[in-house]
């Protein structure tokens, strides 16, 4: 599956951004979809991640209560709608899918086979 990522920008603090992450070349049915960013000089880190089937949601501690994963099956899409945008959020932000995730290892970048491009989100303060 072929992912394409978009939606990143300039958004001061407090705002909010929706990123989207289409697939292309086979459904998301069956895969678990994760988002990941990933900061100057920083690791990678786990946003959020969506099992398509059940629609199972996971979230970072860090973005619970603010950011919300959903998907749009028509569209074969995962959305990350992002409020409450902090300076601290400020990251390349990456789509990654895979059919093989087990919940334990769902937050880990590695459990991830497809990968789009990032989209970059700046968040003002």
């Known amino acids: 599956v072929q992912l394409q990522a978009s939606g990143g920008g300039l958004v001061q603090a407090g705002g909010s951004l929706r990123l989207s992450c289409a697939a292309s070349g086979r459904t998301f049915s069956g895969y678990t979809v994760g988002w990941f960013r990933q900061a100057p000089g920083k690791d990678r880190e786990f946003v959020a991640a969506?099992?398509?089937?059940?629609?199972?949601?996971y979230y970072a501690d860090s973005v619970k209560g603010r950011f919300t994963i959903f998907r749009d099956n028509a569209k074969n899409t995962v959305y990350l709608q992002m409020n409450s945008l902090k300076p601290e959020d400020t990251s390349v932000y990456y789509c990654?899918?895979?059919?093989?995730?087990?919940?334990?290892?769902?937050?880990?970048?590695?459990?991830?086979?497809?990968w789009g491009q990032g989209t970059l989100v700046t968040v003002s303060s």
């Open positions: 990654a899918a895979s059919d093989r995730v087990i919940v334990s290892t769902l937050s880990r970048p590695n459990a991830y086979a497809n």
């Open positions: 969506i099992r398509w089937n059940s629609r199972s949601t």
